[in-house]
């Protein structure tokens, strides 16, 4: 067994949360006086630390991206947590790779308080050992620094880790920390940031990640195979 502990990003991995984050990001640029048309525009927040894409996408000060994060939060909180869905073949995944007899955990950049009630609420725990994610203060919202943290609380192994998520923060995250990556590539980040980013390894569904992983190391292919295309 190549990896024996395995890193699950949360949103566009486990579950695809594009209802409720956009519509709280719509919600909280509403609180600034400014109105987005057609809210496909804001699924780049998805991934990225919040504060840090309102500053980037909407030139915010600090202290106005610490507003618009306020507000986020007080729609997302009461509903927006809750606009979600898991991924279809996420259930068996997980299933299949708890009897393999490997660890895993969930490493995102959402705050830990908003994570494990969304993994709870879709009856995910179970699968887990934990959910590690940011403080509310943005304590650790860097993938480089939680999953050095992660690594650390639970004495892992490096080499025998492998983080999988849909966005470049988690590749370069992971190659950081001196841990391998894969790349899902039914999430949020486009065909040339999971390229750039370099993954060890691209899975395109769910069931690729089973049928790769539970085939032994030799199944899994590295993202070169590809062609510099991900289908």
């Known amino acids: 067994m190549r990896y024996t502990t395995l890193l699950f990003d949360l949103d566009g991995t486990l579950t695809d949360p594009y209802e409720g984050i956009t519509r709280c990001v719509a919600y909280a640029l509403s609180c600034q006086g ?16 919040l504060k840090a894409s309102f500053c980037e ?8 991206a610490d507003r618009a994060v ?4 007080v729609r997302f909180g009461d509903v927006g947590m809750y606009e979600n869905r898991v991924y279809n073949g996420i259930v068996d995944l997980l299933e299949q790779l708890r009897a393999s007899g490997r660890q895993l955990f969930v490493a995102t950049s959402k705050p830990w308080f908003y994570a494990r009630q969304i993994v709870e609420h879709f009856g995910l725990e179970k699968y887990f050992g934990k959910v590690y994610g940011s403080e ?3 304590k650790r919202t860097e993938k480089s620094v939680l999953i050095a943290h992660v690594l650390r609380e639970e004495g892992l192994r490096p080499e025998e880790t492998l983080m999988i998520g849909d966005r470049r923060f988690d590749v370069l995250g992971a190659r950081h920390n001196g841990v391998p990556a894969a790349a899902v590539s039914y999430g949020y980040g ?3 940031e999971l390229l750039d980013a370099n993954p060890d390894h691209v899975f395109e569904s769910p069931q690729d990640i089973a049928r790769c992983l539970l085939a032994g190391a030799a199944a899994i292919r590295p993202h070169r195979q ?6």
């Open 34 to 49: 400014i109105e987005v048309a057609d809210r496909r525009h804001l699924a780049g927040f998805i991934g990225p630390p």
């Open 57 to 64: 996408r909407y030139a915010m000060s600090d202290a106005e």
């Open 70 to 73: 306020d507000d986020y939060r």
């Open 136 to 138: 509310l203060d943005g």
């Open 190 to 192: 486009s065909i040339q």
């Open 226 to 231: 590809y062609g510099g295309v991900l289908r």
